[in-house]
């Protein structure tokens, strides 16, 4: 059966994150090494694009690059930034068609200069898109997030730019890198670990948080709208009771 019927398309999560985690495991389970796996992760983020795009998703994440994965050996980290350009490139046609906004965070002067430069064209070139808007976290780190954004609020404060006392939420939220996205409501994160991982901490403080053993290379529209009937499923209070929500 079509799992679409089972979504009630007035209550979808505005804002999906998705840690796209097994691509190692899924490409060893083959006997291949572990860039086949990220080569085959692009299935998986086309498929989940065009189906929150088909459920009136707004946003799309990806933690595609996290800052410690510099840490990772240099083949793999020069495998996935060749995969990051080419596939931005192959992809703009259909970002065109579907349209899809691309939109990056993280700290983007880390990453090499042709991946900069294709990055900024792509977002260029879609940002009239209004279907979905597709972030991709690249060398990003929520810690790192929350750092810059008081950073950059106390300078403004020691410029006499901003009153401390009119500093709220919304103050810190215009200071992240998601300053134009609504906060997340659901998190998917693939391949069984039951982690955070430095993603999106502020922005997921009401999030859903949703774990599938599905490696990511794997995953597929119907996986995405399990996640999404799931979501739909839970009750959120954000605080309140039960009573209080139902009234
Ligand atoms: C986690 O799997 C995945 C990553 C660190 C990279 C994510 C990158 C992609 C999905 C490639 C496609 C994306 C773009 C933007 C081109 P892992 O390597 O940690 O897997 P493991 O836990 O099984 O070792």
């Known amino acids: 059966m079509d799992k679409k019927l089972n979504i009630d398309l007035q209550k979808t999560p505005k ?92 700290c983007l002067d880390s990453l090499p200069n042709k991946a900069q430069k294709v990055l900024k064209d792509v977002i260029l070139e879609t940002k009239n898109n209004k279907e979905i808007v597709l972030t991709f976290a690249l060398s990003y780190g929520a810690r790192e997030e929350i750092v810059n954004a008081i ?11 901003l ?37 999106l901490l502020w922005q997921m403080a009401y999030a859903e948080l949703y774990f599938t053993d599905v490696l990511w290379p794997d995953f597929r529209q119907e996986h995405f709208y399990d996640a999404i009937i799931e979501y739909q499923n839970r009750e959120r209070r954000f605080g309140k009771t039960s009573e209080q929500i139902t009234e």
């Open 163 to 199: 009153n401390l006392e009119k500093i709220d939420e919304n103050t810190i939220n215009n200071h992240l890198y998601t300053f134009n996205l609504p906060d997340v409501d659901l998190m998917i994160r693939t391949s069984g670990e039951q982690r955070i991982s430095n993603f």
């Open 15 to 106: 804002h999906v994150a998705i840690i796209m985690d097994g691509n190692g495991r899924w490409a060893k389970g083959k006997g291949m090494n572990r860039i086949f796996g990220h080569r085959n992760a692009l299935t998986a983020v086309r498929e989940c694009v065009k189906s929150a795009s088909q459920v009136n998703v707004k946003a799309i994440t990806l933690y595609a690059f996290s800052t410690e994965n510099w840490n990772r050996p240099k083949l793999e980290v020069d495998a996935l930034m060749s995969l990051l350009i080419n596939s931005l490139k192959k992809e703009l046609p259909e970002f065109m068609n579907q349209g899809v906004q691309v939109n990056s965070i993280g």
């Open 151 to 161: 950073k950059n609020i106390s300078k403004k404060v020691v410029n006499k730019e």
